[in-house]
C-alpha cells in the first residue's frame, strides 16, 4: 500500500451527521486507496479510514461561513460530512475523490494492489478454501436421481453459470440443449438445494421465452424430468418470485412464464418481489430517514413506512419461507425463477436453503452458501455493487437485502446460528470493499477472464482465520436439523440500526451483550486451557506422562477459540483491518479515567434547548464543555 | 360483603378454554370471590388455570340458545376464551365476572385476602422509610433536613408524613408553601447528587392564577435550594402555552421577575387520556394480523406510543444533564405533579444513580419516586388497554416508566442489576395483584386502609432469596459512570416483551435468555 499523500488538508472539520456537537478538526489525507482523517483536536487520536472504491457519491455544497461542505456516503452506508476552510482544497479533494471512486476498469479495483504478504501457494490454497461443489457431494450429490454435468465446462451452455451443474439424471444432452434455448440467457433449470430428508429439490433457472403463446418441448420435458426426481411427489411448484403484472409485460417481450396447460403437474406460484430499480429507490429512501437531522419519532417511522424497504424485506422473507415449506412440509420439489435469475433467484434460494440447512447457520456454510448461489450462478457483483463507473440503473441492494433478511432470522433465532451480527457485517463490507477478488466480476467466466485467483486473494480464509470474532455465543447445535419457520408478521420487520448507523456508534446500545459474551466465554476457554496445561505438566513432573512439549488431546472448543496463531497474522492483521476500511482507531493519548465509552455521543435534547427563548446560549455552551 | 349473592352459577362443567399458543382445553370452570378457576383432568393429570378477577379488563359475551362465549380480555393484555354450555350459565358467569372484576372498596380485593403459606404478615412492609432514606445520606444533612410537618397528612395529603427540605426553611413556611402549590405539594429533596453537591427537587405547580400571585415563602424556598450555587432550572413538564393556560384555572409557573435565580425550560409531556388512548391503539395495532407492513408502520406511528417514550426519555435526559454537566439543581413539575414529574425524576435518577440500578435500589426507588411519593396508582390503574368503560383518571404512566426504563436497559444491557421478567412482573402487578403494594393512590389512603398490616408486599417479596435470581441480570457489571441513553428515533424500539407478549410465542427467545444465563454462570464457575 502506497503511503504517498496524494493530497493533504489541514485544519479540516469533520461534523457530528446528527447533532449541533462541537466538530472534530484534523486533517485528511488522501492516499492511492484511502481517504484518511486524523483528528488533532482531542486528546484522543481518532483516525478515520475510507476505502475509496467503498464511496458511493461525493457532494461539494455551495461555500458558508464555516467553510466548503463536503459530503460522502459510503456503501457500507457510513457517512462524513467535512468541512473544509478553501473552497479551493475542497474542489481538488472533490475532483480527486470523484475519481478515485469510480474506477474506469476493473483492474484499478483495490484487490489489484492489495497484497497481505502471502506467497503464491498460501493464495492459491486459500481460493481453495471454500469450494461449492463439494456442497452437492455433502448433500448426498451424485445420488439416484441427480448428478454433476460439465456440459457447461466451455461455458458454451450458458456463459452466465458456473461450469459445473447439477441436473437430474434423467435429463438428456439434448434435452438441457434444447431447455437452454427456451431460457432467458440460457439459464436452464439447475439444482440449487436437495433435501435429502424430503427428495425434495429447490432448483433455478431464468423466465422461459414462453411469449403469448411459444413452447418449449424439452424444456416440458426438463421439468418432468425435475419433477421425476423426487418421485414420492404428484407434483411440483414453478415459484416465479417477480409481481405478476410484471411477469405478464415481459410477455409481450417474447419472455414470461410458464403456462399451466403446456407442463404436466405444476403448480405455478407468483410471490411478487419487486425488481431492482424499485429496490434501488427505496433503499434510497430509507436513507433518506436515516440522514434526517433531529427527526421526531413521527417522522422516523413515516419515512420508513414511505420508504417500502421493510416490505420488500418482508416480501423476500415471505418467498423463502414459502420456499422451505414446499420443500419440507408438501415434500414437493421447487423450481424458481425471476427475469434472468441472478438477483431475486439467488436472495429467495440462499434464504430458503437456510431455513432448511443448519449447515448454512454455520460460519464456514455461509461462505459455501454465498459461493454457491451468488458468486457462481452469477449474480451480477460488478454491475450491482457499482465497483467501476457504469450504468447506475444496474445498481441495486440486492445482496443487501439478502443479509437483512438473515439478520432477521437471528433476531428471531438467537441461539440459531453459528454466527453473529459482525460477520454479517463484515461480508457485506467486503462484496463493497473489492479488497478482495471473490466479488469482482459478475459471473465466473468473467472472473477466469480476468485471472482474478492469480492476481487477487480470497475473503474466506481471511475470514476463517478470524472466525472467533464472528462466533455467537449463544449457539445451540442442539436445534439439530431443525428446519426453521419464522413468523413474518409485519411486526417482526425491524430498522436495522447495526448496518444502516453502524458508523453512527451513538446510536447503537453502548454495551454490547455480544461482546461482553464473546470476552468472558474466551477468558472461560483460556482458563480451561491453562487447567489442562497445568494438569499436563503435573503429570509430566510426577513422571506419569512423557514430556511431548504439547498439550495432546486439546478440545476442539479450545482451538477455535484461541486467537489467531497463524504464523503471518501479527504483520498483516492491521493492514487488513485498515483495508476494509471500517476501523475507526483509536488511540488514546491520555488515559480519561475511561469514561470515553459512557458518554452521551448525542444530546439531541439540547437542540431546543429552551422555549423561554432567553437562555439557550449561555447553557449551551456551558454543556459542550467536556466533563474532565 | 358476601361475594357469593353475585355468584349465580359457581361451577359449569364441559367448558372449553382457549387461551394464546395452548390448544383448547376442555373441564371445569369455578367462579370464586376473586378468581375464575378453570380445571381440567385429562387422564392422570389435572391442569389448573386461575385467573385474578382483578385483571380482566373487559368481557364480551355472545350467548346463543344452548350455550354461549365469553371472551376475557385481560390487563395484562392477554385474551382468553370461554365456551360455555347452557345460556343461562354462561350469563350468570358473565354477570359475575363483571362484578367482581371491578370491585371499588379496596378492603375488598384480593390483597386483603391472600395468605400463603410463605409470607407472613408481620414481615417489613416496604423497603424503607423516609427516615432512614434520609439517615443514609450523610453527605447531605448539613445543608437539608428532615421535616415532620405532614406527619398526619394535613399539609399534603398525597406526601408520605416525613420529607427533606432546606435546613434554613422551617415547617411554619412549609405550610405556607404548601397553600400555594396545587394540592400542597410543596417542593421537596428526591435527588442528591454526590459528585457536585446538587439536587433534583419536585413538587406540583404554584397557584399564581390570572392575577400572578406571588408566594414569598415558595420564593425563599427556592432560593435557599440554590443557595451558593446561583442558578437553578425549572423543568416544567408542559408546554409553555399550557403553562399560561393553567393560570386562567388557578394554576401557573414561577415566573421570571419572581424567581430571578431559575430557568424554566419547558418540555410537553403527555399524561391522563392522551397517554391512555395511545396504549389503546397501541394494542390494538399490536393485536391485529392482517395487516401489511406499511399498515403496521403506521399504525405505530399513529398510536404515539414511541413518541412519548422518546420525549420521557429526551426530557429525563435533559434533566441529568443540567445536574451532572451543568452542575445545577433542577425542580420539575407539571401540573399535580403526581404523573409526568415523577416519570422524569425518575429516569434522571436511573441515568445518573448507580445505586439506583441494582434489583433493590430500583425497587427502592419505585419505592420512594411513586408510592411514597403519591402517584395515584388506584386511579390511574384501574383500567388498561381494552376496557369500553368511560376514561376517567386511567393514564398509563407507570407503564410508560418501565417501557423507558426497558430503553434503557437495551442499550447498557450490563448496567442494569434488575431483568426484563421483573418490568414485566411489575407491569402486571401494577394493574392486578395478589399484593398489597400498589393499592390505593398515596401513602395516607393506604394507611387508613390497613394495607400495610392486612395485605403484602410485592417488594419484599422480589427480594426473596428465592426470588431474587430470576429478576437478576446475569450480565450485571456496576458501573459508577452515568449511562447517557441515545433518543434517536432508531436507537428506541417496539417493547415486544410487553406488548407483543400474547402476539408471538417468543419461546426462542426465551431459550436464548436461559442459555445466556447459564452461560454466564458457567463462565463465572470457570474463572
Known sequence: MSFLFEIQVEEVKLLDRYTAKKPAIGTLYLTATHLIFVETSCNTRKETWMLHHLIATVEKLPLTAMGCPLHISCKNFHVAHFVISSERDCQNVHQSLVRLSQPGKVEELYA????????????????????????????????????????????????????????????????????????????????????????????????????????????????????????????????????????????????????????????????????????????????????????????????????????????????????????????????????????????????????????????????????????????????????????????????TQFIECLWNLM?????????????????????????????????????????????????????????????????????????????????????????????????????????????????KAEGEKKMTDLQIQLAVMDGVLADQGSPTGTPPEQTSLSPVSVSHTAENAKPLMNGAAVEEAEIELVPTAGSEKMEPVLFPWRSNMSEEGQSSSEITTEAVKLVA | MEFSEHIKTANVEDVVLRRPFHPPMQGTLCVTGHHLLFSNRDGDSSRLVLLLLRNIDAIEKRPSVSSGTITLKCKDLCVLQLDIPGMEECLNIARSIEYLSSLDIVSDMYPFFYRPLKLSLQDQWGLSSPEQNYAQMEELQDRWRLSHVNKDYSVCPSYPPAVIVPHSIDDETLVKVAKFRQGGRFPVLCYYHRKNGMVIMRSSQPLTGANRKRCREDELLLQAVIDGSGLGYIIDTRSNQQAQQARMTGGGFESKSSYSCWKRLHRQLERGKVLQESLIKLVEACGDHSHSVDRWLSKLENSKWLSHVHTALATAGLLAECVERDGHSVLVHGSEGTDATLLVSSLAQLILDPN???????????????????????????????????????????????????????????????????????????????????????????????????????????????????????????????IWPSIQPQSLQLWRGLFLRWTQHAVHLEKAQEELRNLVIECRGAS
Open chain 1, 411 to 523: 433476531e428471531q433465532y438467537p441461539c440459531g446460528f453459528e454466527y453473529n451480527e459482525k460477520y454479517l457485517l463484515e461480508i457485506h463490507n467486503h462484496v463493497y470493499s473489492c479488497q478482495f477478488g471473490n466479488f469482482i466480476g459478475n459471473c465466473q467466466r468473467e472472473r477466469e477472464e480476468m485471472r482474478l485467483y492469480e492476481r487477487t486473494f480470497s475473503v474466506w480464509p481471511f475470514l476463517w482465520e478470524n472466525r472467533h470474532q464472528y462466533r455467537n455465543p449463544l449457539h445451540k447445535c442442539s436445534l439439530g436439523r431443525e428446519v426453521l419457520r419464522p413468523s413474518t408478521l409485519p411486526l417482526n420487520f425491524k430498522f436495522w440500526c447495526g448496518m444502516y448507523n453502524h458508523f453512527d456508534k451513538g446510536m447503537q446500545p453502548k454495551q454490547s451483550i455480544l461482546d461482553h459474551l464473546l470476552t468472558i466465554t474466551q477468558k
Open chain 1, 112 to 399: 489489484f494492489l492489495y497484497n497481505p504478504k502471502q506467497d503464491e501457494d498460501e493464495r492459491r490454497n486459500g481460493w481453495g478454501f471454500i469450494d461449492s461443489a463439494m456442497d452437492f457431494k455433502r448433500m448426498g450429490l451424485p445420488n439416484e436421481f441427480w448428478e454433476m454435468t460439465d456440459l457447461n465446462k466451455n461455458y458454451e451452455l450458458c456463459s452466465t453459470y458456473h461450469s459445473e451443474l447439477g441436473i437430474p439424471k434423467t435429463a438428456s444432452k439434448g434435452t438441457v440443449f434444447g431447455s437452454a434455448k427456451f431460457r432467458s440467457r440460457g439459464r436452464i433449470p439447475t439444482l440449487s438445494y436437495y433435501h435429502k430428508e424430503s427428495n425434495a429439490a429447490i432448483c433455478r433457472c431464468s423466465q422461459p421465452l414462453s411469449g403469448l403463446s411459444a413452447r418449449c418441448v424439452e424444456d416440458e420435458e426438463m421439468l418432468q424430468a425435475i419433477s421425476r426426481a423426487n418421485p414420492k411427489s404428484t407434483f411440483m411448484y414453478v415459484v416465479d418470485t417477480r409481481p405478476k403484472l410484471n411477469a405478464m409485460a415481459n410477455r409481450a417481450a417474447g419472455k414470461g412464464y410458464e403456462n399451466e396447460d403446456n407442463y404436466s403437474n405444476i403448480c405455478f406460484q407468483f410471490v411478487g418481489i419487486e425488481n431492482i430499480h424499485v429496490m434501488r429507490n427505496s433503499l434510497q429512501k430509507l436513507l433518506e430517514v436515516c440522514a434526517m437531522k433531529s427527526p421526531t419519532m413521527s417522522d422516523y417511522l413515516t419515512g420508513l413506512e414511505n420508504s417500502g424497504w421493510l416490505r420488500h424485506i418482508k416480501a423476500v422473507m415471505d418467498a423463502g419461507v414459502f420456499l422451505a415449506k414446499a420443500v419440507a412440509e408438501d415434500k414437493a420439489s421447487v423450481l424458481v425463477h425471476c427475469s434472468d435469475g441472478w438477483d431475486r433467484t439467488a436472495q429467495v434460494c440462499s434464504l430458503a436453503s437456510i431455513l432448511l440447512d443448519p449447515f448454512y447457520r454455520t460460519i464456514k456454510g455461509l461462505m459455501v452458501l454465498i459461493e454457491k448461489e451468488w458468486i457462481s450462478m452469477g449474480h451480477k457483483f460488478t454491475q450491482r455493487c457499482g465497483h467501476v463507473d457504469g450504468d447506475p440503473k444496474e445498481v441495486s441492494p440486492v445482496f
Open chain 2, 356 to 482: 439506583t440500578r441494582t434489583l433493590d435500589g430500583f425497587l427502592g426507588l419505585l419505592e420512594r419516586e411513586w408510592l411514597l411519593a403519591g402517584h395515584p396508582f388506584q386511579h390511574r390503574c384501574a383500567h388498561s388497554a381494552y376496557s369500553h368503560a368511560r376514561l376517567r383518571l386511567e393514564a398509563p404512566v407507570f407503564v410508560l416508566l418501565l417501557d423507558c426504563v426497558w430503553q434503557l436497559a437495551r442499550q447498557f444491557p450490563l448496567a442494569m442489576g434488575f431483568s426484563e421478567p421483573l418490568l414485566l412482573r411489575l407491569a402486571r402487578e401494577v394493574y392486578a395483584s395478589d399484593y398489597g403494594t400498589f393499592l390505593c393512590n398515596s401513602d395516607q389512603e393506604r394507611c387508613a386502609a390497613g394495607v400495610k398490616e392486612r395485605t403484602h408486599c410485592l417488594f419484599q417479596f422480589l427480594l426473596k432469596p428465592s426470588e431474587r435470581e430470576h429478576y437478576s441480570n446475569p450480565l450485571y457489571e456496576p458501573t459508577e459512570l452515568a
